[in-house]
């Protein structure tokens, strides 16, 4: 690894960290005047016939951009879990008043793409040895978490990282495997972030390059 210098570090973390309090605060300001003109579009497809899956790895924004790039991956809705407040908002899950995880529900197609690979996207899309932090976002909303709906996905989980010990391919793993309780779907604004914002300077700094990276890495799960 190359090391690099601390202070130089800080700052760009800083830098980007203001980056996205800065996109936020636009995009509020943005649609505080054209909520009275239209309201945002809602997709009324029905998933029920899909599986789900629950991770949290970090922005959200970036998490939901990376598994809707998935060949079988109907949707990836962001949102919270892990926490015990009811009904959290965005800005009570980033004062970290809630103990929720900026997290994605994932509806996928089994006979496409199966548990197993959404374990490998999501260690594949992230850096699963950074505790309560990925990238510039630090804290624990930001925390990397397997969210387990039943013994099957939890023994399938148990598994893999098992095998990412065994095969040393990180140097250690800091996330948690949980049971699943409940899922709180974010603000709208919240949803298809990337996609909708492809301008904004935390996804051209940071959601972008994420992106990226994990096409290079799992380029054969990736929708044609």
């Not at 960290?17 to 605060?25: G, T």
Request: charged share 25%.
């Amino acid at each position: 690894m190359v090391q690099k210098n601390c202070t130089s570090l800080i700052t760009l973390k800083n830098r980007l960290l203001i980056l996205r309090f800065i996109s936020l605060i636009s995009f509020s300001v943005f649609a505080l005047f054209s909520c009275g003109q239209s309201s945002p579009k809602k997709n009324n497809k029905d998933y029920s016939s899909y599986q789900k899956a629950y991770f949290a790895s970090g922005c959200f924004w970036c998490v939901e951009a990376v598994y809707e790039s998935v060949d079988g991956v109907a949707e990836a809705v962001s949102g919270y879990s892990g926490g015990k407040e009811k009904n959290p908002t965005y800005n009570q899950v980033s004062a970290g008043e809630t103990g929720h995880a900026e997290s994605v529900l994932v509806y996928y197609d089994s006979s496409v793409v199966d548990y197993k690979d959404l374990l490998r996207v999501f260690f594949s899309s992230h850096d699963p040895t950074t505790y309560h932090q990925q990238g510039p976002d630090i804290g624990s909303q930001y925390r990397s978490v397997i969210f387990y709906s039943n013994k099957n996905e939890k023994t399938i989980a148990e598994g893999f990282i098992d095998s990412l010990i065994r095969n040393k391919v990180f140097s250690k793993i800091t996330t948690d495997l949980v049971p699943f309780n409940k899922f709180y779907k974010a603000e709208e604004y919240h949803q298809d972030y990337k996609k909708i914002n492809p301008n904004n300077p935390y996804v051209i700094s940071v959601s972008n390059p994420r992106l990226e990276d994990f096409k290079k890495k799992c380029s054969d799960l990736l929708k044609k």
